[in-house]
């Protein structure tokens, strides 16, 4: 049994606000054959200025200092990518830095951003991300991939990522999901709603319409995971203008605060200590108790079933912005669906639902844009972009990409820009004769995931309307 | 000519007159095992980082498991054809909770909470004949 020290668990602070000015995505597909990374890159940083009516040559003159999003050197296949892009996007000489955390590379890069914000070093930063998949053959994407566990000893012995993730699937279907078919229709339903809500979305990579029954007909990839619970593989960019308040209210009249919080876990099963669950604000001392006594063997925390970096993501990043009960503060979120059954296991970690009880977020049909169950607004939709499995993931921009989604929320113009008919034809696509604008009416707080490996690295991003603020 | 074994990791394993068990570390002070061996404790409790060699198994119980369906990418070794095999998570009796593959025929077959213990079998061979040897796990 571990503990963390008062000063470990301190609430993060700001030193000023960070406003959260614009952003933009570009289109993202599985391959872009025909487009460098750095016309993706002016794609959403375009799509950025149009959202607040200037030019990229106008806003570059805030710009005081660049942090670059990009995974995987190996797969676009040039080494300091962010230096290329730093200079084709004509930002030299500031400063700038390439961030990398696995899959968690958007929201990591979002958080050194907003750190450089709040302390003063820069009044307005850049923060881009991007990632290219398609540049090199599957069977040596496989062995980069493969490369991001420790070659010292785990890769030789065939310990790779996806055996760590079957046999966490395993042992939280067996423990929460109690190996019910209801609980893999559960699973099932979230694969189903993402794809679906992609069907509006432009920038999305995997529109489809699909059933329960063909996700569970789908072929085995690591029991019980099959290949439409798994999320894409994707080529795009998204960037997001981080600002002081000044800058921002210059560059817009309507910035919103934007919180960014991390949280981190070994990716050693053996080093994943037994401890007391860190609380999150709506949680109690005693209400995880009786949990070994309702799923037997699920009462060592953190065990291999749950995310500890994502709570304490939530941890800190709750604290920060004042969020006491997500379901409550939040009117919307953007997960890090990469399976569906870690979808299901985040939600237990940044408190949506208690620990065992993920299922029932979307059981209630809380997770939707309108309750199935009820034909009302769901309590707290999550991934109306289609998420990982819908709409993308193209690593670096991924957790920006999210934050972007959850900004025209709270803007209230998340029909303007997925509605229309020009971004559509622009990207070759027909704009659905059956089109929903997904708008959350009133949306004032949203939450963004962003999450690397089985769980070692995970940020929490917070976007508020400032006039919706909890932290003050 | 008897077959040469040889370790697949070097550092990791070792087989005594006691049978075969894994080497890592204890931290003398906190007594938390690490494996594979660590120059420093992780306890963000303990006071002093103390660590000594020790060594761990062969007793545990199957805590979960997932059959590998495909072929893992390079540098994983395996004999063709590839046959799927089992990984589990074991938690052995001295408080230690490692990865490692099921030494069984039949990945299948393996089940959650079977008592199990350590071995050290081939990987792979190859192709003078000399089979790399790593740990793995045989239910009892």
């Known amino acids: 049994m571990i503990t963390f020290s008062e000063q470990q668990l301190k609430t993060p602070k700001y030193m000023r606000d960070v406003y959260l000015v614009t952003g933009g995505n570009s289109e993202f597909r599985r391959a872009f054959p025909e487009k460098r990374t750095e016309e993706l890159c002016i794609e959403a940083l375009q799509e950025a200025c149009d959202y607040i009516n200037t030019t990229p040559q106008e806003l570059k003159k805030h710009i005081h200092s660049c942090y670059y999003g990009h995974f995987a050197d190996h797969f676009g296949d040039q080494l300091l990518g962010e230096a290329v892009i730093h200079d084709r996007l004509g930002l030299d000489p500031l400063g700038n830095v390439g961030i990398k955390t696995g899959g968690a590379t958007g929201g990591s890069t979002l958080w050194e951003a907003s750190k450089a914000v709040a302390s003063g070093y820069s009044d307005c930063v850049l923060a881009m991300g991007w990632e290219r998949m398609d540049e090199v053959p599957t069977d040596e994407g496989n062995n980069y991939i493969a490369s991001a566990a420790d070659k010292d000893w785990e890769t030789p012995l065939g310990h790779i990522y996806t055996g760590y993730y079957a046999v966490m699937a395993q042992r939280y279907w067996q423990i929460f999901g109690k190996e019910e078919d209801s609980f893999r229709r559960t699973m099932a339903e979230i694969a189903v709603k993402n794809r679906g809500y992609a069907c509006h979305n432009p920038f999305a990579q995997a529109p489809l319409k699909i059933t329960v029954d063909d996700v569970i007909a789908s072929p085995v990839v690591a029991f019980p995971l099959r290949a439409l619970d798994c999320c894409l593989m994707s080529v795009g960019a998204a960037c997001a203008i981080l600002a002081d308040e000044e800058t921002a209210y210059a560059l817009t009249d309507t910035p919103q605060l934007i919180y960014v919080a991390a949280g981190s876990h070994t990716l050693r099963v053996a080093d994943r200590r037994n401890m007391e669950i860190p609380l999150l604000p709506n949680e109690t001392k005693d209400q995880y108790k009786d949990l070994g006594k309702e799923f037997p063997g699920g009462d060592r925390y953190p065990g291999f079933t749950g995310f500890l970096a994502a709570r304490m993501s939530a941890y800190y990043g709750y604290r920060m912005a004042g969020v006491v009960d997500p379901t409550r503060d939040l009117d919307l979120v953007e997960l890090h669906d990469a399976f569906t059954i870690s979808d299901i296991q985040t939600y237990e970690d940044i408190g949506i639902r208690p620990y065992g009880l993920g299922r029932t977020y979307v059981e209630s049909g809380d997770c939707y844009h309108t309750n199935p169950n009820t034909k009302a607004p769901g309590k707290l939709p999550a991934n109306l972009s289609g998420g990982l499995i819908g709409c993308m993931h193209a690593v670096g921009a991924t957790g920006i990409m999210q934050t972007i989604e959850c900004m025209y929320h709270l803007h209230g113009r998340h029909g303007e820009i997925h509605g229309d008919e020009r971004r559509w034809e622009r990207f070759g696509k027909q704009k659905p004769a059956d089109w929903e604008d997904l708008q959350v009416e009133g949306a004032n707080r949203a939450l963004a995931i962003s999450h690397a490996g089985v769980g070692s690295h995970v940020t929490a991003t917070i976007v508020v309307n400032p006039d919706h603020r909890l932290d003050k | ?140």
């Open chain 2, 1 to 140: 000519m008897a077959t040469k074994r040889v370790p697949v990791v070097e550092g990791l394993f070792s087989e005594g007159a006691d049978g075969a068990r894994l080497t890592g570390s204890r931290c003398a002070t906190c007594k938390t095992p690490y494996f594979p061996r660590s120059d420093l404790c992780h306890n963000p409790d303990c006071t002093q980082s103390a660590m000594e060699d020790a060594r761990f198994g062969p007793q545990g119980t199957l805590w979960s498991c997932a059959v590998q369906n495909y072929p893992p990418p390079p540098p994983a070794r395996y004999d063709e054809p590839y046959r799927p095999y089992a990984l589990g998570v074991v938690d052995l009796a001295d408080g230690l909770r490692v990865v490692g593959r099921m030494a069984v025929d039949d990945p299948k077959h393996v089940k959650v909470g079977a008592r199990v213990e350590l071995v050290l079998e081939p990987l792979c061979r190859e192709e003078d004949g000399t089979e790399l040897i790593t740990w793995m796990f045989r239910p009892v």
